[in-house]
Nanobody
Framework: QVQLVESGGGLVQAGGSLRLSCAASGGTFSTYAMGWFRQAPGKEREFVSVKGRGGGTTYYADSVKDRFTISRDIAGNTVFLQMNSLKPEDTAVYYC?????????????????WGQGTQVTVSS
């Protein structure tokens, strides 16, 4: 059974950093694209970043480009999201997701597996 478990969220002041982790189990995740999404209160879920299958191409939402970095460990079973220069508008529940689609999928409906989410709160 595929499981994704996020960790690393918390409360941080604007300008600070956090590193989210997503531990994957129950599958061969080197063959999955791994993505991060977020959902703020009262807003729709939005794409944040993705790393393609086999540790390939990365892609970022414009709102986080040059501030966030996605990476994955060699085995491909853990994916990280390093978040720097955090802003209050980054406050959201962050979700890790796995997709069998090739390339860098940015649509949520292309992800079959989701974690439970981790809260990130950025104070001004």
């Amino acid at each position: 059974q595929v499981q994704l478990v996020e960790s690393g969220g918390g409360l941080v002041q604007a300008g600070g950093s956090l590193r989210l982790s997503c531990a994957a189990s129950g599958g061969t995740f080197s063959t999955y694209a791994m993505g991060w999404f977020r959902q703020a209160p009262g807003k729709e879920r939005e794409f944040v970043s993705v790393k393609g299958r086999g540790g390939g191409t990365t892609y970022y939402a414009d709102s986080v480009k040059d501030r966030f970095t996605i990476s994955r460990d060699i085995a491909g079973n853990t994916v990280f999201l390093q978040m720097n220069s955090l802003k209050p508008e980054d406050t959201a529940v962050y979700y890790c997701a796995a997709s069998v689609w090739a390339g860098t999928p940015i649509r949520g409906d292309r992800y079959a597996y989701w974690g439970q989410g981790t809260q990130v709160t950025v104070s001004s």
